[in-house]
């Protein structure tokens, strides 16, 4: 526990640098970031091997070895990242809402970092640089916890990073890995609240649940997605086949992908057999209730567990309701928080739809695929918040800041 | 356990109802709620009377049966609390920053409600009618967990206000208090993620520890405050005598207080003994390093243990230092975030003072017992966050809120 207490202290070391650093100077280190990030391919790769031959021996799945694999383009894709944050606004200083107060007392805002951020996340080497970018833009000390499997491959971006740092008479320790593969050390890294101010996991649902559940520091969930379009009875439905084709299928393992379709009855008969067409060009499984069997013979039955399901895979649950106060209802009911779409030509369904779904990204007559901080013109995200508190939808820069008040005043006391 | 998934599934039922209710009914049932809490006068301090009766026979000391006491006066406050609520402006439904992206769609974030609101609490009656109206402003349903010695008065309360919600047609579940005193019961409270979006402990520090370490909901940790006041080399001395003296003593148990003076050497023999004069007409006791007892011989010598506590009381810690660069570095570490003060003509170090220290609220050239919601504006609050996560100082009505992104689209697909 000594070694997670020492990354704690270093880590608020640099929180005290790093709190007032000007944007040229944090431009200047993430730019010298990306340039040695390209230099240092070759010491990446051979690095990267390692992970990637023990990942063969112990037969990780295709899918998960290719997320771990490094190569020329994945790292100049991350140097890319690196000017890109590089280049963006810096949200730190920023001061909002000053007024001035009956007494005097002038009242503002000012948007200051985080402090410590914690990532916890799985075997995706590209999360290590994306992840220090933007919590470095925005001010932010960070410390990885990164999956095992890709430890190497880590802990040789992490030192080409902290290389940059320290070329730029910055403190290293602005961004740390912890290697120790110990569970014992990342039970205590969810519960160090007075080192690290907010701990934000990326990966799946057991990963997210797991630091939901033991952590004692604050935490953005970045959730799962079972994401509805509603086809209501107004609905151009021409558009929404098209809508609902590039939802589900132009990436089918994303958060923002579409798992399910609501259809209003009235245009089940008319709907289903186009939209069953359109998605049979990508072997689209269709699992419907029985008014959408009768709709349409290739829709195979749907039991309840399918209402719930974030399949990530070439599959459709499929739902008709009678009205839009049942759509509304159904959705609120399934949904994870993420990503929700109406199709319709009907004002009122259109503002109903917006106001009454609980979720992060509500849409009219768009797909939920935008739900992206780069689609939404932040630039990069570093994950999509499911939960109300703090962030809600993509979170860029801004969201990793906090605010704090700061008061002008001239000699003012409380009466 | 089942209790309280009753408590859970009720507030889910009553949440759908106030997501999208109007200002004009929330309104009309605050007034309400105002109007019966002071018809039950004699009610309510009837309940109230078992609770001081039995907190009496246990022995409890005079300033909890002062919080815990109901008369007249107090119901009329809270009545006259939820009218402010009700005169105040409604947060949800403002949208934010709606921008057009390239592609024609129309993204805009929309306040809403945070969902389920849970508050863990001491033995203050008032509490329970102040939280109520400022989570149902908000669009809030409000689970209460009162302390187990306010049992009935709290009981009565809550029927009152239940009561004023259902003859307005609302469900009178959007408050509900956790009667149970079973610990087990508190203890699953803090885990139910599934009913329950985020938990405000109102109290001392270590009902806030407690819920803090055993919550999995999202936390809002509302703190104490060892808040100092820096008195720089240029200061106003008359000034900074005046706040000190008003910080420091207008009232004296809560956590906008200040407990720690730091003073520049080069001030100290003049400021200390005028600092001791004033101070010394409520007999606070002043308690520094040795510096400061060269410069006001009333001055006895503080220990380590000193610079950190939150004395409550009629005891102030004296820290002499070099320069501002010593302040903000004994200052950032032995705060705990709340609120901080400069009383300087320099502008250069009221501006590196704004920028560094790390704390709610920082102040220059005024006390530190305007960190208060009413003080700042908001009208009531429903405590101060010491944390950073989501809503940092005083948390109003705005503070209860989360936003949505809403997006309005014209057939737009992602590419």
């Given at each position: 526990?000594?070694?997670?207490?020492?990354?704690?202290?270093?880590?608020?070391?640099?929180?005290?640098?790093?709190?007032?650093?000007?944007?040229?100077?944090?431009?200047?280190?993430?730019?010298?970031?990306?340039e040695?990030?390209?230099?240092?391919?070759?010491a990446?790769?051979?690095?990267?091997?390692?992970?990637?031959?023990?990942?063969?021996?112990?037969?990780?799945?295709?899918?998960?070895?290719?997320?771990?694999?490094?190569?020329?383009?994945?790292?100049?894709?991350?140097?890319?990242?690196?000017?890109?944050?590089?280049?963006?606004?810096?949200?730190?200083?920023?001061?909002?809402?000053?007024?001035?107060?009956?007494?005097?007392?002038?009242?503002?805002?000012?948007?200051?970092?985080?402090?410590?951020?914690?990532i916890?996340?799985?075997?995706?080497?590209?999360?290590?640089?994306?992840?220090?970018?933007?919590?470095?833009?925005?001010?932010?000390?960070?410390?990885l916890?990164?999956?095992?499997?890709?430890?190497?491959?880590?802990?040789?971006?992490?030192?080409?990073?902290?290389?940059?740092?320290?070329?730029?008479?910055?403190?290293?320790?602005?961004?740390?890995?912890?290697?120790?593969?110990?569970?014992?050390?990342?039970?205590?890294?969810?519960?160090?609240?007075?080192?690290?101010?907010?701990?934000?996991?990326?990966?799946?649902?057991?990963?997210?649940?797991?630091?939901?559940?033991?952590?004692?520091?604050?935490?953005?969930?970045?959730?799962?997605?079972?994401?509805?379009?509603?086809?209501?009875?107004?609905?151009?439905?021409?558009?929404?086949?098209?809508?609902?084709?590039?939802?589900?299928?132009?990436?089918?393992?994303?958060?923002?992908?579409?798992?399910?379709?609501?259809?209003?009855?009235?245009?089940?008969?008319?709907?289903?057999?186009?939209?069953?067409?359109?998605?049979?060009?990508?072997?689209?499984?269709?699992?419907?209730?029985?008014?959408?069997?009768?709709?349409?013979?290739?829709?195979?039955?749907?039991?309840?567990?399918?209402?719930?399901?974030?399949?990530?895979?070439?599959?459709?649950?499929?739902?008709?309701?009678?009205?839009?106060d049942?759509?509304?209802?159904?959705i609120?009911?399934?949904?994870?928080?993420?990503?929700?779409?109406?199709?319709?030509?009907?004002?009122?369904n259109?503002?109903?739809?917006?106001?009454?779904?609980d979720?992060?990204?509500?849409?009219?007559?768009?797909?939920?695929?935008?739900?992206?901080?780069?689609?939404?013109?932040?630039?990069?995200?570093?994950?999509?918040?499911?939960?109300?508190?703090?962030?809600?939808?993509?979170?860029?820069?801004?969201?990793?800041?906090?605010?704090?008040?700061?008061?002008?005043?001239?000699?003012?006391?409380?009466?």
């Amino acid at each position: 526990m000594e070694y997670l207490e020492q990354i704690g202290i270093r880590a608020k070391e640099a929180e005290a640098v790093l709190r007032t650093l000007g944007s040229e100077d944090k431009n200047k280190a993430l730019r010298k970031a990306a340039e040695y990030l390209v230099e240092a391919e070759s010491a990446l790769i051979q690095a990267n091997e390692k992970d990637m031959s023990a990942a063969r021996e112990k037969g990780m799945a295709q899918g998960l070895l290719d997320r771990l694999a490094l190569n020329g383009d994945r790292i100049r894709g991350m140097a890319e990242g690196l000017l890109q944050v590089a280049a963006a606004d810096d949200p730190v200083g920023e001061v909002l809402d000053m007024k001035k107060r009956p007494n005097g007392l002038m009242i503002g805002r000012k948007r200051v970092p985080l402090g410590v951020i914690g990532i916890i996340y799985e075997a995706r080497p590209n999360v290590t640089a994306d992840a220090f970018g933007l919590c470095f833009k925005s001010g932010n000390v960070v410390i990885l916890k990164g999956g095992s499997d890709a430890l190497h491959s880590n802990e040789a971006i992490v030192t080409v990073l902290q290389r940059a740092l320290s070329d730029c008479g910055l403190p290293r320790t602005a961004v740390q890995l912890i290697a120790s593969q110990d569970r014992e050390v990342t039970a205590r890294f969810m519960k160090m609240n007075e080192y690290v101010d907010v701990l934000i996991p990326r990966g799946g649902a057991g990963l997210i649940r797991k630091v939901v559940q033991e952590s004692t520091v604050p935490v953005i969930e970045t959730g799962t997605g079972n994401c509805h379009i509603y086809v209501d009875a107004s609905a151009d439905l021409d558009m929404a086949a098209e809508i609902l084709f590039n939802a589900k299928t132009q990436r089918i393992g994303v958060c923002n992908a579409c798992e399910s379709l609501v259809v209003h009855e009235a245009v089940a008969d008319a709907f289903l057999p186009m939209a069953a067409a359109r998605l049979s060009e990508k072997k689209v499984e269709l699992r419907g209730d029985e008014r959408a069997m009768e709709a349409d013979n290739s829709i195979i039955p749907a039991g309840e567990e399918d209402w719930g399901r974030e399949y990530l895979d070439y599959i459709l649950s499929v739902k008709t309701v009678r009205n839009i106060d049942e759509a509304i209802a159904h959705i609120n009911r399934y949904n994870t928080g993420h990503s929700e779409a109406i199709i319709t030509k009907d004002y009122a369904n259109a503002q109903r739809f917006l106001d009454e779904i609980d979720a992060a990204a509500v849409y009219v007559n768009a797909s939920t695929r935008f739900t992206d901080g780069g689609e939404f013109g932040f630039g990069a995200e570093i994950g999509i918040s499911t939960q109300k508190l703090h962030a809600r939808g993509p979170m860029g820069l801004k969201e990793l800041t906090a605010t704090k008040y700061i008061i002008y005043g001239n000699g003012q006391i409380r009466p």
